[in-house]
């Protein structure tokens, strides 16, 4: 049983029922042209300035997680239960402005003001999730949000002078208290009430302009939803497919969307692997994937901004099968299988026979990605990921490497047992260096077997030359990446990365 209706959230307090807007409207386009709430702007229109960033309200358990989004790529039904705020609200009733806003004015963290909306609503964000965060935290917080007049500094220095200003009653109150624990206003309890109270008993469904949305709440209701329609995009984040409708102006048709599926949005540790289901968001399976695997916290955090985390999936990110995708060279590295259903029918297999050629996989019609399985890291794994681009935060790698080697458990010489290298940006799939691999098994992790190794991958692929980067240099990159691996590895280790670490006078 579905129930065909209205789309419900709350919007800055207040409940709002919509109807008669496609499917495939982003939030954006609703606050802007239908609701006149124009502080939240459209800059980019592909996630990656963050003058359109809004903060989502939505229930976890009883209680409620304050997370940051990009509007103009984030679809209007996917906020269904949720409750959105906007810049607008930010500011007391009585005219009173929020810490975020003030310390902004007080650091003199706004020129021409465009973008100065989007950056208030992180540091709102930011105030709802962490105390005091130290520098590191606030330049993960705002790496979403772009400022082309101002510099930073200003912006950095108010995130911390918002704390030091008297805080507000309510929701717009501090998230986090001194000690870590969670703050929770009476306010913010009767907004938890009103989103359970919108929470649906059957499968939301949704249709404006002959355009439909189905959202299955169970895994036997998503695979007979895309058996009935195999030809419906599947979305989750859509921080991919939402450029689609921004910039390429597609038709979606039929829109299958699998956030409200509980058996997808599981993360589970089993005797031999770690689980992460397809709907988890990236900021859930990062931390999930850091907490075993924290070499690999810096691609994480480099994969994209904490809207883009909060929206989009890594089951997402690897159904997708961009060339340049980043996480699934990470996870080829780390031996990971994927899950597929159609039907009642289940397949496993290595992440690597996934993809067939550029945007093809071996998915049937009406298949789907269930879950990802990570096994658990050996005791002897040395890993690494590199990642190049034209700037730290906020863009599309030129070359991704990720490279694991197992020593081998019986002997202390340092001979390797298994090698795993995962490849991006350098073929027309996310592809394991093979060939390369080969030459690392039985031998030992020294300086010899490093250089062999690297004149190996600089010829194993054959790369585009495009605007990021020629071919002759990513071919260069692959050889170099993996010439600091060794270096990064080698006893005793050299330090080759560079932290900046600044103090700012508020």
């Known amino acids: 049983m579905s129930s065909t209706s209205s789309i419900r959230l709350l919007l800055n307090g207040a409940p709002v029922a919509i109807n008669g807007l496609r499917p495939q409207t982003t939030l954006l386009e609703y606050l802007r042209e239908e609701r006149r709430l124009t502080g939240t702007k459209e800059g980019c229109a592909e996630g990656d300035c963050g003058a359109c960033t809004v903060v989502l309200a939505e229930l976890t358990g009883a ?29 007391a009733p009585d005219g009173l402005l929020h810490p975020a806003q003030r310390a902004l004015i007080d650091c003199h963290g706004s020129q021409c003001g465009f973008c100065t909306p989007g950056f208030a609503m992180s540091l709102f964000g930011l105030y709802k999730n962490a105390h ?23 912006i950095l220095a108010a995130a911390q002078r918002m704390y030091d200003i008297d805080t507000m009653a309510g929701w717009r109150g501090p998230g986090i208290n001194a000690d870590g624990s969670r703050c929770e206003s009476s306010e913010e309890k009767s907004i938890a009430a009103q989103l359970a109270a919108l929470t649906r008993a059957h499968p939301f469904e949704y249709a404006a302009e002959g355009q439909r949305w189905i959202a299955p709440q169970t895994i036997v209701e998503l695979a007979d939803a895309c058996l009935t329609r195999p030809d419906a ?10 450029l689609w409708v921004t910039k390429q102006q597609r038709d979606l048709g039929d829109i299958i969307y699998t956030g409200d599926c509980a058996e997808l949005q599981v993360i589970a540790n089993t005797c031999s692997h770690l689980e992460i289901g397809a709907a988890v968001t ?36 690897v159904a997708n099968g961009s060339p340049i995708g980043d996480s699934m060279p990470a996870l080829m590295a780390l031996g990971a299988t994927i899950v597929l259903r159609q039907g009642d029918e289940q397949r496993e297999m290595p992440l690597d026979d996934y993809y067939l050629d550029y945007r093809k996989t071996v998915c049937k019609p009406g298949e789907f990605v269930v879950t990802l399985r990570v096994p658990h890291r050996h005791d002897r794994l040395l890993l690494r990921a590199y ?16 490279f694991a080697l197992t020593l081998d458990d019986g002997l202390d010489d340092g001979r390797i047992a298994q090698a795993r290298i995962g490849c991006g940006g350098v073929a027309p799939i996310p592809k394991r260096a093979k060939a390369t691999e080969t030459l690392f098994e039985g031998r030992r992790w020294d300086d010899a077997t490093a250089e062999a190794a690297a004149i190996s991958l600089a010829q194993e692929f054959a790369p585009i030359g495009d605007m990021r980067a020629s071919a002759g240099y990513r071919r260069a990159m692959l050889a170099n990446l993996l010439r600091r691996f060794r270096v990064e590895t080698a006893a005793p280790a050299v330090a080759v990365r560079v932290h900046a670490a600044v103090t700012i006078m508020v």
């Open 387 to 402: 990642k190049i681009a034209k700037r730290f935060d906020q863009d599309i790698s030129a070359v991704f490497a990720c």
């Open 132 to 154: 005091r965060p130290d520098r590191g935290a606030v330049d993960d917080a705002l790496s979403g949000n772009l400022c082309r007049c101002t510099g930073y500094l200003p």
């Open 63 to 91: 209680r409620l997680a304050w997370k940051p989004v990009n509007a103009c790529i984030r679809l209007l039904p996917s906020v269904d239960g949720k409750a959105v705020f906007t810049v607008e609200s930010l500011r």
């Open 282 to 317: 990236l900021t859930d399976a990062c931390a999930a994937l850091d907490a075993e695997w924290p070499e690999l916290h810096e691609a994480w955090i480099r994969f994209g901004s904490v809207p883009i985390r909060n929206s989009g999936t890594l089951g997402g990110n």
């Open 233 to 242: 995009q599947i979305v989750a984040g859509a921080t991919d497919v939402g």
